[in-house]
């Protein structure tokens, strides 16, 4: 289905009935990325996921995304639909993106669940290196798509889920350059939310990948401490969804029913 949302159109599926549950992609992903989990999840919860800003069937709406915008194209959608509360699941970006919607709307969410993801603001070191990357994807971004597809997830695991990591590539290569820049510019510049994680009054859950190349474990056991965020830990990479996905499917079926 889409939405127009200042003149961009944004693609969004719905299905199932109960209980709304919003899962929104990473970088260079789309709603694609939930096509195993979604069947199970819609028969007990009604499941709407949301190609992002510059992502899947949505177009560009300039040449920054920031994740303000993009979660005020999630609040269009969500208004569109009708629905007021929800549990919003978002992997990666797609986490950064969730927080940026609880900011502006805590009462509208009974739950936020970060799956591979950080409340965290990119660090001095992490900002030089998307500027590096927004240079190299402009000069050459289907190699690195390639590369920076397969390097989420963990080692061992490359070989074990080489047809998913195929399809994710052949995805993510749809992207349009401009939706791969200006998402990196908005993440770049993307404010700090760790304060979410300790004054909200929805329920929150971290999902961590002990072996997460992006990242980094112990960064997301000092986030928790002190709050009231559920943390689960998984033995594997970036790409919980693949890596892990019965658990996955377990866990987002507990938290949303809690």
């Known amino acids: 289905m889409n939405l127009d949302f200042k003149g961009t159109n944004i693609h969004y599926t719905d299905s199932g009935k109960g209980s709304a549950l919003v899962l929104l992609h990473g970088f260079l992903e789309s709603t694609q990325i939930w096509k195993q989990l979604q069947p199970e999840l819609s028969k007990k919860f009604r499941v709407i996921c949301i190609d992002l800003l510059g992502h899947g069937q949505t177009g560009c709406l300039g040449y920054v995304h920031t994740m303000e915008q993009m979660a005020e194209a999630v609040e269009a959608v969500l208004k569109h639909l009708r629905i007021r509360r929800s549990t919003m699941i978002g992997h ?32 001095t070191e992490r900002k030089i290196n998307r500027e590096r990357t927004i240079e190299v994807v402009k000069k050459n971004h289907e190699t690195f798509i390639k590369i920076a597809v397969t390097n989420l997830f963990r080692p061992k695991n490359r070989i074990v889920f080489k047809e998913r990591i195929k399809e ?12 791969i820049v200006a998402a990196l510019e908005g993440m770049k510049i993307r404010d700090d939310r760790e304060a979410l994680l300790h004054f909200t009054p929805f329920k929150k859950m971290i999902i961590a990948g002990k072996k997460d190349p992006v990242l980094d474990y112990n960064t997301i056991l000092e986030q928790v401490e002190g709050t009231q965020v559920k943390l689960v830990t998984f033995p594997d990479g970036h790409m919980s969804f693949i890596e892990n996905e019965s658990e996955l499917l377990h866990e987002i079926m507990h938290f949303v029913e809690k």
């Not at 990666?92 to 940026?100: I, K």
């Not at 994710?168 to 939706?179: E, M, R, V, Y």
């Open 168 to 179: 994710l590539i052949a995805s993510a290569q749809k992207t349009p350059l401009q939706g």
């Open 92 to 123: 990666s970006m797609g986490g950064y993106v969730a927080l940026a919607f609880a900011e502006k709307k805590p009462d509208d969410l009974k739950g936020l669940c970060l799956l591979n993801s950080t409340a965290s603001a990119d660090s």
